[in-house]
């Protein structure tokens, strides 16, 4: 079951991601991104409310907000502190790069979670495993050339370190939410509106901050449908993936690999709407990222 809750994960981070594009092109990034979260926070902010009034009924429903301790809203904080990090890089790439190229790099986050699943929760690969890592990270090098006749030259350009770097951030984030689930028994509401809460505020002090230090910041930003359109996407991607994850026999490796099926959304429709270069081209290791996810996904049965 929680296989299929990590496809319908991966559906909505497609859709997602399409939105995302749209949503930061030529406009402010930050401002972007702090009203995705105010989006994502205002759907949940019933849930937290109803959780006070009609405890009886969320919990029926499975959507009940619990109350935490101190350390446990700690734990939250230091994931909200790693993903405000991560979207912050994200966005600015997403910005500058073509989805293209972003979206095969950030791909690249089950590569950071297998070896952190292997080090830290003693998850084991078998030999189809190894062989479908080993082929996502061929077919992201391919990516990497393809992106040089755009004129994105990997290694002296600052836009592909900073994806590298947000993938790597939302890699560490995925390993700590097995911890978070799992260990500290939070339920998908409740670290979801608390993340939620505390990312919002993170990235709203840092709007704050860039709009009194620039006029220029205030001018830029344009709202579009698609700003709340993410935010709502992500509650819902987050939502199923965390549901997926309660389950004890949920693989955080495999559950990453599989919200990787989201490629084939924002590469193809991405590369349709957005009408970028060497779609054909990136097909190619596009299909070796996909067969690459399907050999680490079903290799185990």
Known sequence: MWMYLGLLAALFLGLHNLCKKHAVRNNETYTVLLGTLVAGFLLLLPLFIGSLWQPEYLQQIQLYVTPLSIKEHGYIIIKAMIMAASWVLAYQAL???????????????????FIGAILIYQERPNFWQWIGFF??????FLYSQIGKKEGIIFKSNKWIYAIVAA??????SGLYDKFLIQSLNLNPPTLQFWFCTYTMLFIGAIVLYKRNKSIAVKQSFQFRWTIPAVGVLLQMADYFYFKALQDPEA???????????????????????????NKR???VPLFGILIGVFLILYSNK
């Open 95 to 113: 910005k500058h790069l073509p989805i293209t190229i972003v979206t095969p790099i950030r791909s690249a986050g089950p590569f950071f979670t």
């Open 135 to 140: 082929l996502i990270i061929l077919s992201v």
């Open 167 to 172: 993938t790597f951030l939302g890699a560490s």
């Open 251 to 277: 693989l955080i490796m495999l559950l990453s690999a599989i919200k990787r099926s989201q490629i084939l959304i924002a590469v193809v429709l991405g590369g349709l709407l957005f009408k970028e270069k």
């Open 281 to 283: 081209k990136k097909l």
